[in-house]
């Protein structure tokens, strides 16, 4: 673990040093908190399963999150890849894995993250952002607040939210 | 109409806010070309040919004379003069600055108006009947669930990035006066069998480069399931909808390769399992919505019949502009916004200053776009009509040929927007000017052309009586024809006659058009009954002659 890996990344609405390592960076899990691609735990399951870490696995835009269903006792963390910023799926796969699958873990929006895609991220379930490179985790925090109000409920509600619906 | 309530309001302030600080961004370098387009799309904002266009919702095409007034004093103000109604019931200014946009804004959200959501790839303006809550043969009013529709889709946090953009529809008759079976989801309206409201469902219709006529996937869904029956729709479309390619993302594209009965299928299953704790509208909820659109304070007034003794030109205006109306004693009145000589769906701001007095005097204060580029008036007594309409013809907008062929959609094409190949505005002309006698026009009744300046048919041309397709030939402007299409009720695409005519030659070929079929229809027949009775080889035969003169044209 160099300086250079020193990231920061915005969790809970606060900017703070990550303590998690990518398998790239940390191949032995030493850090003792390793991210996965999906494809490596999928193939290393068992071993991965029994190791005395926490773990983490990063899924892609076409990975269907219901599949996760079995792993999710297992897993502390999920980050999700957002490639470009018209990527949508993301918001699905953090709904479904918050509401559906019951998932309490970290949701992470990993690749092109930036300040104007971060409050509909925050609604869909997701705490923490890896921003793009270049991106002062500082300067977007003010994105969390843009609304107050809501006209849908979501997976994480607001102060104002309309009230059609039957509960 | 809807008012806005607190959470409304704070909403469409903090989306001013939102976007001022999103353009500040992108003035002072800090935000790429790349990473504000999404974000002025979905604030309307389009740039241009020439200039920005700036295009605002106009929620199922329902206004009051206060917005109105607004958008005029905008376009005064910020823009040349003048605004331009669309197909989806919304108006565009076609030259704003991009730095005055945030202020544009502010003034329109204060008379509770946005441009939230009517571009970029997520759920559009939803639109409906025109004829909405005032027609006699209406199941239920189909504006109260559009607001429902339009509130849950605005800044939905999961379905703002969408593979492309969504279009709803919602009507209420079993007429279709709202093109919905070319919409990415048709709502129509209906009772079950003991009587309780609900939703036909429709998925998958759609113009552009593929067009489809949309496929029935639920024949009866109650109303309270209607959101959590659209999540459903709306996640498998987030997650399957093809972002790889532009001209595959709708959901049309989805549910073609699918099939529209796998689809069905996939989401009968998924929301078997989200219904239970999904969102489920409360019917007092609904109710309380249904309250906004309670009909106004009509007088009990006897029907009259308002052209006795009156001009020619009163009663052609009277038979043409204007409907039967469900309470006695009142008439729905149609605006023509096609006046010869005038780009169709254009309005000055002189004029929608006029309109907004005359709604107020006349029409309760509320005035309707249609998504066939007219205003209505739509509670009008019988008594104020003959008024009325000198008041309309001196603004110009007494042109008495609603549903004739002169009132024809029109977009706004080369003139303006840069995804065309073709200007439209000129061949609309081209035919009012070719089609200026009413007589004549009032003897081929009822015939819709719709044209587009390019593939994605924001003209809708594939359903038009008589479609134009402006295409683009070497750097010359030519126009593909096509008969047969229909965005009623008895929806259907139009079949393309043969190769492409020159832009001089539009008019002359709708002229051999309607020729034929003045020559084969039958009593009481329209354009578009007898082409689906003959089909189109004889209308072929009179445009292109013999199949020499058809390759003459091809070779051109």
């Given at each position: 673990?160099?300086r250079?890996t020193?990231?920061?990344?915005i969790r809970?609405r606060?900017?703070?040093?990550?303590?998690?390592?990518?398998?790239?960076?940390d191949?032995?899990?030493?850090?003792?908190?390793v991210?996965?691609p999906?494809?490596?735990w999928?193939?290393?399951?068992?071993?991965?399963w029994?190791?005395?870490?926490r773990?983490?696995?990063?899924?892609?835009?076409?990975?269907?999150?219901?599949?996760?269903?079995?792993?999710?006792?297992r897993l502390?963390?999920?980050?999700?890849?957002?490639?470009?910023?018209?990527?949508g799926?993301?918001?699905?796969?953090?709904?479904?894995?918050?509401?559906?699958?019951?998932?309490?873990?970290?949701?992470?929006?990993?690749?092109?993250?930036?300040?104007?895609?971060?409050?509909?991220?925050?609604?869909?379930?997701?705490?923490?952002?890896?921003?793009?490179?270049?991106v002062?985790p500082?300067?977007?925090l003010?994105?969390?607040?843009?609304?107050?109000?809501?006209?849908?409920?979501?997976?994480?509600p607001?102060?104002?939210?309309?009230g059609?619906?039957?509960? | 109409?809807?008012?806005?309530?607190v959470?409304?309001?704070?909403?469409v302030?903090e989306?001013?806010?939102?976007?001022r600080?999103?353009?500040?961004?992108?003035?002072?370098?800090?935000?790429s070309e790349?990473?504000?387009?999404?974000?002025?799309?979905?604030?309307g904002?389009y740039?241009q040919?020439?200039?920005p266009?700036?295009?605002i919702?106009?929620?199922?095409g329902?206004?009051?004379a206060?917005?109105?007034r607004?958008?005029?004093?905008?376009?005064?103000?910020y823009?040349?003069?003048f605004g331009?109604?669309?197909?989806?019931?919304?108006?565009q200014?076609?030259?704003p600055?991009?730095?005055d946009?945030?202020?544009?804004?502010?003034e329109?959200?204060?008379?509770?108006?946005?441009a939230m959501q009517?571009?970029?790839?997520?759920?559009r303006?939803?639109?409906?009947d025109?004829l909405a809550?005032?027609?006699?043969?209406?199941?239920?009013d189909?504006r109260?669930?559009?607001e429902?529709?339009?509130?849950?889709?605005?800044?939905?946090?999961?379905f703002s990035?969408l593979?492309r953009?969504?279009?709803?529809?919602?009507t209420?008759?079993?007429?279709?006066r709202?093109?919905s079976q070319?919409?990415?989801?048709?709502?129509h309206?209906?009772?079950?069998a003991?009587?309780?409201?609900?939703?036909?469902?429709?998925v998958?219709?759609?113009?552009?480069?593929?067009?489809i006529?949309?496929?029935v996937i639920?024949e009866?869904?109650?109303?309270?399931d209607?959101?959590?029956?659209?999540?459903?729709?709306?996640?498998i479309y987030?997650?399957?909808?093809?972002?790889?390619?532009?001209?595959?993302?709708?959901i049309?594209i989805?549910?073609?390769s699918?099939?529209?009965?796998e689809?069905?299928?996939?989401?009968?299953?998924e929301?078997?399992?989200v219904r239970?704790?999904?969102?489920?509208?409360?019917?007092?909820?609904?109710?309380?919505?249904r309250?906004?659109?309670t009909?106004?304070?009509?007088?009990?007034l006897e029907?009259h019949?308002?052209?006795?003794?009156?001009?020619?030109?009163?009663?052609?205006?009277h038979?043409?502009?204007?409907?039967a109306?469900?309470?006695?004693?009142?008439?729905?009145v149609f605006?023509?916004l096609?006046a010869?000589?005038?780009?169709?769906?254009?309005l000055?701001?002189?004029?929608?200053?006029?309109?907004?007095?005359?709604a107020?005097?006349?029409?309760f204060?509320?005035l309707r776009?249609?998504?066939?580029?007219?205003?209505?008036?739509?509670?009008v007594?019988?008594?104020?009509?003959?008024?009325?309409?000198?008041?309309?013809?001196?603004?110009?907008l007494?042109t008495?040929n609603?549903?004739?062929?002169?009132?024809?959609?029109?977009?706004?094409?080369?003139?303006?927007c840069?995804l065309?190949?073709?200007?439209?505005?000129?061949?609309?002309k081209?035919?009012?000017?070719?089609?200026s006698?009413?007589?004549?026009?009032?003897?081929?009744?009822?015939?819709?052309?719709?044209?587009s300046g390019c593939?994605?048919?924001?003209?809708?041309?594939?359903?038009g009586?008589?479609?134009?397709?402006?295409?683009?030939?070497?750097?010359?402007e030519w126009?593909?024809?096509?008969?047969?299409g229909?965005?009623?009720?008895?929806?259907s695409?139009g079949?393309?006659?043969?190769?492409?005519v020159p832009q001089?030659?539009?008019?002359?070929?709708?002229?051999?058009?309607?020729d034929?079929?003045?020559?084969?229809?039958?009593?009481?027949?329209?354009?578009i009954?007898?082409?689906?009775?003959i089909g189109?080889e004889p209308f072929q035969?009179?445009?292109?002659?013999?199949r020499?003169?058809?390759?003459?044209?091809s070779?051109?």
């Open positions: 673990m160099g250079e020193m990231r920061e990344i809970r606060e900017v703070i040093i990550d303590d998690w390592r990518t398998i790239d960076e191949p032995k899990g030493e850090s003792g908190q991210i996965l999906l494809t490596r999928h193939a290393e399951r068992d071993r991965w029994s190791w005395n870490g773990i983490g696995v990063r899924i892609n835009p076409a990975d269907r999150v219901e599949l996760l269903r079995a792993d999710l006792a502390a963390l999920i980050a999700i890849e957002f490639p470009t910023p018209s990527e799926r993301g918001y699905s796969q953090a709904r479904v894995l918050r509401d559906r699958l019951g998932f309490t873990g970290e949701i992470r929006a990993v690749g092109h993250v930036k300040r104007d895609q971060i409050f509909f991220m925050a609604r869909c379930g997701i705490d923490a952002f890896e921003l793009a490179q270049g002062n500082q300067s977007v003010a994105a969390f607040d843009d609304f107050d109000v809501a006209y849908q409920p979501s997976t994480v607001l102060k104002g939210q309309r059609f619906y039957a509960t | 109409m809807y008012r806005y309530d959470i409304d309001q704070a909403l302030d989306r001013v806010a939102q976007f600080d999103q353009t500040r961004r992108f003035l002072a370098g800090a935000l790349d990473e504000f387009k999404p974000l002025r799309l979905r604030n904002l740039i040919r020439f200039a266009m700036l295009r919702a106009i929620p199922y329902l206004l009051s206060r917005q109105m607004t958008l005029a004093d905008i376009a005064r103000r823009d040349r003069g331009h109604f669309t197909t989806r019931q919304n108006l200014f076609n030259w600055r991009l730095e946009v945030p202020d544009i804004l502010a329109l959200a204060q008379v509770q108006m946005h009517t571009s970029g790839n997520c759920v303006n939803i639109t409906a025109h809550g005032v027609t006699p043969d209406e199941i239920d189909p109260p669930y559009c429902i529709v339009r509130q849950w889709s605005t800044l939905h946090p999961e990035y593979p953009k969504f279009k709803i529809a919602v209420g008759t079993p007429a279709d709202a093109a070319v919409h990415d989801i048709g709502l309206l209906k009772r079950n003991v009587g309780e409201l609900g939703f036909e469902v429709l998958g219709g759609g113009l552009g480069r593929t067009p006529i949309g496929h639920r009866f869904l109650p109303r309270e209607l959101l959590s029956y659209l999540d459903v729709i709306l996640r987030n997650e399957l909808g093809r972002r790889d390619n532009l001209n595959k993302a709708r049309k989805l549910v073609k699918l099939g529209p009965a689809f069905a299928r996939r989401v009968e299953e929301w078997a399992q239970k704790h999904g969102l489920a509208l409360d019917v007092r909820e609904i109710e309380r919505m309250a906004f659109f009909p106004p304070a009509y007088e009990p029907n019949d308002a052209t006795v003794g009156r001009e020619p030109a009163f009663k052609a205006w038979r043409y502009n204007t409907r109306h469900k309470v006695s004693g009142y008439r729905v605006l023509s096609k010869h000589g005038e780009a169709p769906g254009d000055t701001a002189a004029q929608m200053d006029g309109v907004a007095d005359l107020e005097r006349y029409s204060g509320l776009a249609s998504h066939d580029q007219n205003l209505l008036l739509a509670d007594r019988q008594l104020d009509l003959y008024e009325l309409w000198h008041a309309l013809v001196a603004l110009g007494a008495p609603i549903g004739t062929l002169t009132d024809m959609i029109c977009c706004p094409g080369l003139d303006f840069s065309a190949n073709a200007t439209s505005i000129p061949v609309a081209q035919i009012q000017r070719h089609f006698d009413l007589d004549y026009l009032y003897d081929l009744g009822e015939i819709q052309i719709k044209m593939m994605n048919a924001c003209g809708h041309h594939h359903v009586h008589i479609g134009i397709l402006g295409v683009d030939k070497h750097g010359e126009y593909q024809i096509t008969i047969g229909s965005a009623s009720d008895d929806a695409l079949e393309v006659i043969g190769p492409s001089s030659a539009v008019a002359d070929t709708i002229q051999k058009l309607v034929v079929y003045v020559e084969q229809r039958r009593e009481e027949e329209r354009f009954d007898t082409v689906r009775r189109v035969d009179r445009v292109y002659g013999t020499n003169d058809a390759r003459n044209y070779a051109a």
